[in-house]
């Protein structure tokens, strides 16, 4: 065989279509990944505490007063010598208030006078309690009543009033508010010995200043003291 021949034998034939170019070889694009889950952030949810805040109150018809009294003495024959009355609304202001130092008509025993200072000498030309008795009564008159111990001062009211043949102040239409019995009853779940509910104990505890009241006791500084008393422990009006 010659070379020709050889040749021609490994020559495309013509009339056989060209074999088409193999595609080109390509690396398939990955796919996307997924966009990362946002991290978790662990926050610690606080409670608000809030202070207790007092139900609104409503007022219509009502007059709130502080009363207290200094006396000769704690038995059922003893006298007035100072009665102090304040008128206050729903915010706790005063916005009217009676005070009267009275003649008991007696004289002055030392350990009542060394209670709240007030001397025979200086009772000698002040009213007794019959000038005052009007004036007191209208002022009460349909009233709710806030006392420290409203048994002892009840008492003594009543028995002044009873001297001069008139009705007792529950005659008066009168709503008595004891706030040593509301103070009593905030710890009546607390072991024994409990606090003591006294005016001063209980001014202490709850940051109300004594100085006023560093010599001696006094009626009109003693409702001054309840009046912010019965508001730090939110003891309710109505």
Known sequence: MSLADILRCFARD?????KPAPAPKTTP??????????????ETVRPVVQAPVRAPVRTEGHRFLCLDTETTGISHDDRI?????LEFNERFEVTSQLHRYINPQRRMPYGAFRVHGLSDAFLADKPVFGDVADEIADFIRGSDIFIHNASFDTRMLNHEFGLLSRPSI?????????SLKYARSLY?????PRPSCTLDALCTRYSISLE????HHGALIDTMLL????????????
């Open 29 to 42: 694009a990955p796919a996307p990944r997924p966009a990362p889950a946002p991290a978790r952030v662990c």
């Open 81 to 85: 010598c100072e009665i102090a009355i």
């Open 188 to 192: 009546a779940g607390m072991p024994r």
């Open 170 to 178: 529950d005659l008066l239409n009168t709503n008595i508010h004891c």
């Open 212 to 215: 006023s009241r560093a010599e």
């Open 227 to 238: 009046l912010k008393l019965i508001e730090r422990m939110k003891m309710p009006l109505v």
């Open 14 to 18: 013509p009339a056989e279509p060209a």
